[in-house]
């Protein structure tokens, strides 16, 4: 059996949709499965040994450039790699007009099948026009958690159900080749940044949450020049806290998959964490926390509502159970 699915962003949805992996080679451990994701989280999915090839889709980059030949060139390559398989089974999990192309594009064997989402979750960016290019559309409850979503719209076409936590196919912790970045003593990790305003905690509280974890080393990651002076204010308030260098995404992932203690956001890096299992808090200040939270193990401890922000002790509390637990 040949599988394709289509997920291209963003990095907390490619990162919620890799249990699909797990649970279709459970029940068919045969199959080769391939991905169509964008070229930024590439690295991601190749995490996961059980992806047979990964096709990079670059739209970000070429919609800068579609008038270049060599963007044109480009574009032709990905449809010519995307349709040199005839595939058994297409999902798209995304449901947008870009990904429905995609789909639209692969090939089917005989007798195969195109399968995706019938409706969107709440607040998602769903495009019904995306269902034009299906076989079959999988109606889904609208609070439906995003980790489940692929793993149920899989399980409806090929005939199994969801009845167990989500496997994400990521390696264990590696620290035997430290950057340089890297501190030597267990580390933890803020994630404080995030597109939304709304969704971030005040520097105030990083600061009081980073000095009551003293002299653990605290390190502060950042994507962007507002996110870097952020860190910096964060970091003038608690001495044992490092700014890291701006990092690759590849080097990100690292952080969290080898971090002590990561505290974040509701943003892809605080789920990276959570997929790693390392001991994890959660914070839900104004997205609902019942799309994203990390519920698969007791080291992920997920605070705060849509509206109502976790207090600093009660995280500072969380992060105490969580690093004296074994």
Same mark, same amino acid.
């Given at each position: 059996?040949?599988?394709?699915?289509?997920?291209?962003?963003?990095?907390?949805?490619?990162?919620?949709?890799?249990?699909?992996?797990?649970?279709?080679?459970?029940?068919?451990?045969?199959?080769?499965?391939?991905?169509?994701?964008?070229?930024?989280?590439?690295?991601?999915?190749?995490?996961?040994?059980?992806?047979?090839?990964?096709?990079?889709?670059?739209?970000?980059?070429?919609?800068?450039?579609?008038?270049?030949?060599?963007?044109?060139?480009?574009?032709?390559?990905?449809?010519?790699?995307?349709?040199?398989?005839?595939?058994?089974?297409?999902?798209?999990?995304?449901?947008?007009?870009?990904?429905?192309?995609?789909?639209? /594009? @692969?090939?089917?064997?005989?007798? *195969?099948?195109?399968?995706?989402?019938?409706?969107?979750?709440?607040?998602? !960016?769903? %495009? &019904?026009?995306?269902?034009?290019?299906?076989?079959?559309?999988?109606?889904?409850?609208?609070?439906?958690?995003?980790?489940?979503?692929?793993?149920?719209?899989?399980?409806?076409?090929?005939?199994?159900?969801?009845?167990?936590?989500?496997?994400?196919?990521?390696?264990?912790?590696?620290?035997?080749?430290?950057?340089?970045?890297?501190?030597?003593?267990?580390?933890?990790?803020?994630?404080?940044?995030?597109?939304?305003?709304?969704?971030?905690?005040? /520097? @105030?509280?990083?600061?009081?949450? *980073?000095?009551?974890?003293?002299?653990?080393?605290?390190?502060?990651?950042? !994507?962007? %020049? &507002?996110?870097?002076?952020?860190?910096?204010?964060?970091?003038?308030?608690?001495?044992?806290?490092?700014?890291?260098?701006?990092?690759?995404?590849?080097?990100?992932?690292?952080?969290?998959?080898?971090?002590?203690?990561?505290?974040?956001?509701?943003?892809?890096?605080?789920?990276?964490?959570?997929?790693?299992?390392?001991?994890?808090?959660?914070?839900?200040?104004?997205?609902?926390?019942?799309?994203?939270?990390?519920?698969?193990?007791?080291?992920?401890?997920?605070?705060?509502?849509?509206?109502?922000?976790?207090?600093?002790?009660?995280?500072?509390?969380?992060?105490?159970?969580?690093?004296?637990?074994?």
């Amino acid at each position: 059996m040949k599988i394709l699915l289509v997920r291209v962003s963003s990095l907390g949805d490619v990162l919620h949709n890799l249990p699909m992996v797990a649970d279709i080679l459970r029940r068919h451990p045969g199959a080769a499965i391939d991905w169509v994701v964008e070229e930024g989280y590439v690295s991601l999915v190749r995490l996961n040994p059980h992806v047979r090839k990964v096709i990079p889709f670059a739209l970000r980059r070429w919609r800068k450039s579609l008038t270049s030949k060599a963007t044109r060139a480009e574009i032709a390559a990905f449809f010519r790699t995307l349709r040199a398989e005839r595939y058994d089974y297409v999902f798209d999990t995304q449901g947008l007009l870009k990904t429905g192309i995609i789909m639209g /594009a @692969a090939r089917l064997a005989p007798g *195969g099948r195109k399968v995706g989402l019938a409706n969107g979750s709440e607040g998602s !960016g769903y %495009e &019904g026009i995306s269902r034009i290019f299906h076989t079959d559309s999988i109606k889904l409850d609208p609070r439906t958690h995003a980790v489940a979503r692929g793993r149920l719209v899989a399980g409806a076409a090929l005939g199994y159900p969801v009845d167990s936590a989500p496997d994400f196919g990521l390696p264990a912790p590696d620290l035997s080749n430290r950057p340089q970045w890297m501190p030597a003593a267990p580390y933890a990790v803020f994630f404080h940044g995030t597109a939304r305003e709304a969704k971030k905690w005040p /520097a @105030a509280n990083w600061i009081a949450t *980073g000095l009551a974890l003293a002299p653990m080393p605290v390190l502060l990651a950042w !994507g962007s %020049e &507002g996110e870097k002076r952020e860190a910096e204010l964060i970091a003038a308030g608690v001495p044992n806290a490092v700014v890291l260098p701006k990092l690759s995404m590849d080097e990100a992932v690292t952080l969290a998959r080898n971090a002590a203690l990561a505290i974040g956001v509701d943003t892809g890096l605080t789920h990276i964490a959570a997929a790693f299992v390392r001991p994890t808090i959660e914070l839900y200040c104004d997205s609902p926390k019942w799309k994203t939270e990390g519920n698969w193990s007791p080291r992920i401890v997920n605070l705060g509502e849509q509206g109502a922000p976790p207090s600093v002790p009660e995280v500072t509390a969380a992060a105490a159970r969580l690093m004296a637990a074994p």
